[in-house]
């Protein structure tokens, strides 16, 4: 890769989930199938130099990313099939929730190919994604990310509760963890005002003023209790 001419970032991709013991050579001799490469970068760790498992492929011309894009995506190398998206600068939109679905209780069976090819239909995806452990099993959910938050309503609308193979999932839109927490506050505190109200709803309270200073609990007790048990009283003297 001699790079001749200005560096295109429009024509960036981003490789995702890849093999550690992928390097440049290796991306090179895949990307470069579908046009002139730019540059390669595959990231690593700054203190073991071991790799994160993701790179960005540079094209001289867009075109040729997008056909890499449509011709290479989840395919296998060195065993992990190959997640690659267009690279997205503004770290704002990269942790942009717009229009990102989640799917639990997945057949073990669905891979990330899969839900690409089954979601594709209702428009653009920028990422799809099956979460797996360290052997590659699928932990049965996954995350399919498309441009336009319109299209993710209608994909929830049309397939929550579709059978994937055996097994029915269920799609919802995708929440951070912090909006997560705090709707579970949210609940919570919900939940601790209708207990109160509940419990507020057995109990009678009287206030009572207006009466001379020779009251005591004792009078109190002896004035209501002909209308009812007393289950508590007190008399609050004013100190001057």
């Known amino acids: 890769m001699n790079p001749r001419g200005p560096r295109n970032f429009r024509a960036t991709l981003y490789v995702g989930d890849l093999h550690q013991d992928i390097n440049r050579a290796i991306l090179y001799q895949k990307f470069s199938t579908a046009g002139a490469v730019y540059s390669i970068k595959v990231c690593s760790d700054k203190a073991t130099r071991r790799s994160l498992g993701y790179a960005y492929v540079n094209f001289y011309r867009r075109t040729d990313a997008q056909r890499a894009l449509d011709t290479l995506n989840f395919d296998v190398v060195m065993g992990k099939p190959m997640r690659i998206m267009w690279y997205e600068p503004d770290p704002t939109m990269r942790r942009s929730t717009v229009g990102n679905v989640y799917l639990h209780n997945l057949d073990e069976s669905i891979c990330s190919k899969a839900l690409y090819d089954t979601f594709s239909i209702f428009g653009h995806i920028s990422s799809c994604k099956v979460v797996c452990d360290e052997k590659g099993k699928s932990k049965g959910y996954g995350f399919v990310h498309f441009t336009s938050q319109e299209v993710a309503h209608v994909a929830i609308e049309k ?16 929440k951070t963890r912090q909006d997560r927490e705090a709707e579970k506050r949210q609940w919570a505190e ?39 048990e007393c289950l508590s009283y007190v008399y609050l003297k004013m100190i001057t």
């Not at 397939?159 to 995708?174: E, H, Q, S």
């Not at 109200?197 to 109990?203: I, L, S």
Request: charged share 30%.
């Open 190 to 228: 919900k939940e601790c005002e209708v207990e109160l109200r509940a419990r507020a709803q057995e109990y009678t309270y009287l206030l009572i003023k207006n009466f001379g200073e020779d009251i005591s609990n004792d009078k109190l007790n002896e004035v209501f209790r002909q209308y009812g």
């Open 159 to 174: 397939l929550n509760g579709m059978m994937f193979n055996d097994r029915k999932a269920f799609l919802m839109p995708y």
